[in-house]
T-cell receptor
Framework: DGGITQSPKYLFRKEGQNVTLSCEQN?????MYWYRQDPGQGLRLIYY???????QKGDIAEGYSVSREKKESFPLTVTSAQKNPTAFYLC??????????FGSGTRLTVV | SQQGEEDPQALSIQEGENATMNCSYK?????LQWYRQNSGRGLVHLIL?????REKHSGRLRVTLDTSKKSSSLLITASRAADTASYFC????????????FGKGTRLHILP
């Protein structure tokens, strides 16, 4: 079964720590995306990548970093520079002309 | 930046009734998509409608698009308890299919 897998499901971060959220897809999709969702809100785009070794900032990239070394993988690092990281993080992938396929999300909490 | 805006923000209806949600957007689009999100889960793609299409059906779902009014509607007929979820519209801007912007969603609650 093709799909997109995010891990871990829950993640706790101490103040000043960097943490990395994993996103893997076996759909052979070229494009991958990271979104942040706050309670009762829509999704805001953090970073996106249309092709391996290339990625673009979204609307709220500050305090985050990504890499796209393989087509299947698009990890997101939440750095200590992100002052309010507690949120639900969603990864998605797509073909050029289709809808998005989403992972099941990672809930990040600062402790 | 938010492009699409859903209306209403929340909707409660009796099971079996039809549910209608609306989405308005600001700039020209390539396509408009509707997604469903169950609480604490990822989003599921429902329907994509292109700017040159006016109506699309999928099972109990009917989506319309009026580019002159920059609006779309999602109709769910004969609602079921399992339809309880948040529904989001998302727009792909201009000539790009690859980057979409989401609205804040409509929370739909189906009453037994």
């Amino acid at each position: 079964d093709g799909g997109i897998t995010q891990s871990p499901k829950y993640l706790f971060r101490k103040e000043g720590q960097n943490v990395t959220l994993s996103c893997e897809q076996n759909l052979n999709h070229d494009a991958m995306y990271w979104y942040r969702q706050d309670p009762g809100q829509g999704l805001r785009l953090i970073y996106y990548s249309q092709i391996v070794n290339d990625f673009q900032k979204g609307d709220i990239a500050e305090g985050y970093s990504v890499s796209r070394e393989k087509k299947e993988s698009f990890p997101l690092t939440v750095t200590s520079a992100q002052k309010n990281p507690t949120a639900f993080y969603l990864c998605a992938s797509s073909t050029q002309s289709g809808g998005y396929t989403f992972g099941s999300g990672t809930r990040l909490t600062v402790v | 930046s938010q492009q699409g805006e859903e209306d209403p923000q929340a909707l409660s209806i009796q099971e079996g009734e039809n549910a209608t949600m609306n989405c308005s957007y600001k700039t020209s689009i390539n396509n408009l998509q509707w997604y469903r999100q169950n609480s604490g889960r990822g989003l599921v793609h429902l329907i994509l409608i292109r700017s040159n299409e006016r109506e699309k059906h999928s099972g109990r779902l009917r989506v319309t698009l009026d580019t002159s009014k920059k609006s779309s509607s999602l109709l769910i007929t004969a609602s079921r308890a399992a339809d309880t979820a948040s529904y989001f519209c998302a727009t792909a801007l201009g000539n790009r299919d690859d980057k979409i912007i989401f609205g804040k969603g409509t929370r739909l609650h189906i009453l037994p």
